[in-house]
């Protein structure tokens, strides 16, 4: 093992978090803590972890931007025909990480997917830069390239194809995660984080504390 790493640690001491500081309600809670983050001026806040699980239960991670968020659940975009949404047809289970260390915190979100209508899709498909659109219309997301330059003669295709407006793509779209359970996890001194956790139940959240 490496020493040096042995010895990279910070302490937590900036805020602390109670069951009774906390929302009743886990999106609003969310919208507070984003509304503090956004505050913080971070290079990427609205982006945040998401794992998925295959057909064989292998998970994987990857890096995707959350795009809203309210009652209904917590939006991205994506290529309908990567891995992630491969993933996500044959098993909607999904976990979203959001790690923001500008103030020490975490906060972890278990939900279902379930993709955002075309109406949706395509209003924030419109919403983005041209160069954007072409990408989304050229790339095989997450098939393999065997070159870069075959990536490239892509983008030229496309960008010949449309003069006009680019329609959305079929193979493109966003998914909702609709939350059961949220975590959020604030870094206190010696370790001893506050964490609490709220759970889905028939008529709103019940909300617990859990050990560090
Ligand atoms: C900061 C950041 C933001 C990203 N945002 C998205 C996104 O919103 N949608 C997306 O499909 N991929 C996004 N990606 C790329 C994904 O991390 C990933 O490489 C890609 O979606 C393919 O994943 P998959 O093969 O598991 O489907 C982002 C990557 C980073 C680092």
Request: include cysteine.
């Given at each position: 093992m490496d020493k040096n790493?042995?010895?990279?640690?910070?302490?937590?001491?900036?805020?602390?978090?109670?069951?009774?500081?906390?929302?009743?309600?886990?999106?609003?809670?969310?919208?507070?803590?984003?509304?503090?983050?956004?505050?913080?001026?971070?290079?990427?806040?609205?982006?945040?972890?998401?794992s998925t699980v295959d057909q064989n239960s292998n998970p994987t991670s990857r890096v995707v931007l959350l795009k809203g968020f309210d009652q209904n659940g917590f939006v991205f975009f994506t290529n309908y025909e990567s891995k992630k949404a491969r993933d996500l047809d044959a098993n909607p289970n999904a976990s979203l990480n959001f790690f923001w260390p500008e103030l020490e915190r975490q906060i972890r979100i278990s939900g279902v997917a379930d993709k955002t209508s075309l109406e949706e899709s395509e209003a924030y498909f419109a919403s983005r830069p041209r160069?954007?659109?072409?990408?989304?219309?050229?790339?095989?997301?997450?098939?393999?390239?065997?070159?870069?330059?075959?990536?490239?003669?892509?983008?030229?295709?496309?960008?010949?194809?449309?003069?006009?407006?680019?329609?959305?793509?079929?193979?493109?779209?966003?998914?909702?995660?609709?939350?059961?359970?949220?975590?959020?996890?604030?870094?206190r001194p010696s370790r001893l984080h506050d964490r609490i956790r709220y759970e889905k139940e028939a008529a709103g959240w019940r909300i617990l504390r859990l050990y560090p």
């Amino acid at each position: 093992m490496d020493k040096n790493l042995f010895d990279l640690r910070r302490e937590y001491s900036m805020e602390e978090l109670s069951e009774s500081s906390v929302a009743a309600d886990p999106i609003v809670q969310f919208g507070n803590w984003f509304e503090e983050y956004l505050n913080s001026e971070p290079r990427e806040p609205n982006a945040f972890v998401l794992s998925t699980v295959d057909q064989n239960s292998n998970p994987t991670s990857r890096v995707v931007l959350l795009k809203g968020f309210d009652q209904n659940g917590f939006v991205f975009f994506t290529n309908y025909e990567s891995k992630k949404a491969r993933d996500l047809d044959a098993n909607p289970n999904a976990s979203l990480n959001f790690f923001w260390p500008e103030l020490e915190r975490q906060i972890r979100i278990s939900g279902v997917a379930d993709k955002t209508s075309l109406e949706e899709s395509e209003a924030y498909f419109a919403s983005r830069p041209r160069e954007s659109q072409i990408g989304a219309w050229a790339s095989k997301q997450s098939d393999v390239l065997s070159e870069r330059k075959t990536l490239e003669d892509r983008v030229n295709d496309i960008r010949e194809r449309f003069d006009g407006e680019i329609p959305c793509p079929p193979f493109w779209g966003g998914f909702r995660i609709v939350p059961s359970s949220f975590e959020f996890w604030q870094g206190r001194p010696s370790r001893l984080h506050d964490r609490i956790r709220y759970e889905k139940e028939a008529a709103g959240w019940r909300i617990l504390r859990l050990y560090p």
